[in-house]
Every structure is written in structure tokens, then in C-alpha cells.
């Protein structure tokens, strides 16, 4: 939610959180690391396409946003 570029991993459930929001790498690969590294160095455009990605990405993992995935899930049990 700083509104700054996202570097993460392609591992785990990252993928899924940052979504397009992220420039993701295999960290085990240095050489793709560094790459994601210098083209964050060097492509304004894509520094402020995940900037301003980021925050909307990050709202969807919000408190209220998983308060409401639950009484949504709630609901839909009590209905069974």
C-alpha cells in the first residue's frame, strides 16, 4: 500500500497476492533476479505501472475485504 514497485518471489502463494501488481522472479535464480532488479532501475514506466497497482492489489487482502470473503462462505454453509 506505500505505492512503490513490487520485486517478489514466484514461489509460494505470493504469485497469487501480488497478482500483476509485482514483478515476480524465481529467487533461486540470481541471474533473473538481477535482471528484475536492473529493469526496475530502468524502466520508469513499469516502476509506475506496479506502483499504482500495488495499493488496489493490496485492498483486496484488506481486514474488511476477508471479513466479507468469510460471511460470504458463512452464508453460503448455512445454506447447505
Do not use: C, W
Not at 522472479?25 to 506502483?51: E, W
Not at 497497482?53 to 484488506?62: D, L, T
Amino acid at each position: 500500500t506505500a505505492g512503490v514497485p513490487l520485486l517478489s518471489s514466484t514461489t509460494g502463494a505470493l504469485p497469487e497476492v501480488t497478482g500483476s501488481a509485482a514483478l515476480s522472479v524465481n529467487p533461486y535464480d540470481i541471474d533473473s533476479l538481477v535482471g528484475a532488479m536492473r529493469r526496475l532501475d530502468t524502466d520508469s514506466d513499469l516502476r509506475t505501472r506496479l506502483a499504482m497497482e500495488g495499493p488496489s492489489q493490496a485492498a483486496g487482502f484488506s481486514r474488511t475485504a476477508f471479513a466479507n470473503r468469510i460471511g460470504e462462505l458463512y452464508g453460503k454453509i448455512i445454506k447447505l
